[in-house]
């Protein structure tokens, strides 16, 4: 088993940044990358990037190239999502997931989620 849990989420203005971090436990050995996902109100769960733990090679969704830069902190297990000039429409519910295989752009790709945290960009 592998848990996740994301911090760093919250409300910030249009222009602005967060960062938000995932930190996974357990047999984190067993994953090869990391996802980070999100979910605006009412719409599907689509990909923001993600990260290949060994290498470091990244994968970005065309909405967020650019602005959004994923990292990674082996020794502390720990993934971190960038976020740069927020708009409103990145308004969503984000979470982390990790896969034993290569970077996956689907939910169905991922094995283990956070739970996830708010993301809310006013204007």
């Known amino acids: 088993q592998v848990q996740l849990v994301e911090y760093g989420g919250g409300l910030v203005q249009a222009g602005g940044s967060l960062r938000l971090s995932c930190a996974a436990s357990?047999?984190?050995?067993?994953?090869?990358?990391m996802g980070w996902f999100r979910r605006a109100p009412g719409k599907e769960r689509e990909f923001v990037g993600g990260?290949?733990?060994?290498?470091?090679?990244?994968s970005y969704a065309d909405s967020v190239k650019g602005r959004f830069t994923i990292s990674r902190d082996n020794a502390k297990r720990t993934v971190y999502l960038e976020m740069n000039s927020l708009k409103p429409e990145d308004t969503a519910v984000y979470y982390c997931?990790?896969?034993?295989?290569?970077?996956?752009?689907?939910?169905?790709?991922?094995?283990?989620w956070g739970q996830g945290t708010q993301v809310t960009v006013s204007s």
């Open positions: 997931a990790a896969s034993r295989e290569g970077l996956r752009n689907t939910p169905s790709g991922y094995a283990y």
């Open positions: 357990g047999r984190t050995f067993t994953m090869n990358t």
């Open positions: 990260i290949h733990w060994g290498g470091g090679s990244t």
